[in-house]
């Protein structure tokens, strides 16, 4: 007898490996959060138990030389995972299309979603107090799943219908953008801090 496992779903853990960066990163998150008006009252408008600047601000690395940094590395990693995911770009590179701060206050959660049009979302964890909502996944195939038995809590990665994953400060974390995903509420008694990103 042979089981062959099909159609997997990647999650890509890199680590930013810099922290000075990682450290001016927050220091311009905070900033964005103070001085970003429209973003502070799109995040009223919307639920947002915090801030977030993905409606109001779409030129971070033109914006802050600190994002233009992160860029580079970004693309580094990205395109590992693209080789990883076996993608045939005809010699072409992913480019980076959006990159917005998140800065989740205790309570706040995002609900499950995924990043229309584009090919790679990520997000880079910058700071995550203990208790700090985890990144939840689903498997794509739930929909479909109809009349299936639930999984045993021991099911491997693969055969689980969720997958969390834990980061810590300085975590990259990529997936390919059709995979729905969702932030759980932060229980933590401090502010969850994180750059969100989609390649194209």
């Known amino acids: 007898m042979s089981v062959r496992r099909l159609f997997a779903s990647l999650l890509y853990e890199g680590q930013l490996d810099d922290a000075d960066l990682l450290e001016e990163i927050e220091q311009s998150c905070w900033a964005l959060a103070e001085d970003d008006r429209a973003g502070r009252r799109w995040s009223k408008e919307h639920g947002y138990r915090g801030y977030t600047s993905y409606a109001s601000l779409n030129d971070l690395p033109i914006r802050d030389p600190v994002f233009a ?3 580079k590395k970004l693309d580094r990693h990205v395109a590992r995972f693209a ?9 072409r590179k992913l480019k980076l299309d959006s990159l917005w701060v998140n800065v989740l206050k205790p309570g706040g959660h995002h609900s499950a979603h ?38 045993r809590p021991d099911a ?21 953008s059709w995979l729905r995903h969702e932030v759980v509420p932060n229980v933590a008694k401090g502010e969850r801090i994180s750059v969100s990103f989609n390649y194209r």
């Open 156 to 176: 491997p990665d693969d055969l689980a219908t969720f997958a969390t994953a834990t980061p810590e400060p300085g975590t990259v974390l990529l997936w390919e």
């Open 83 to 91: 080789e990883e995911c076996a993608f045939d770009l005809g010699g």
């Open 114 to 151: 995924i990043h229309p049009h584009s090919v790679v979302s990520g997000t880079l964890y910058v700071a995550m107090p203990k208790g700090s909502g985890a990144l939840k996944l689903e498997d794509p195939r739930l929909p479909m799943l109809m009349a299936a038995p639930p999984r």
């Open 69 to 71: 940094d992160l860029r």
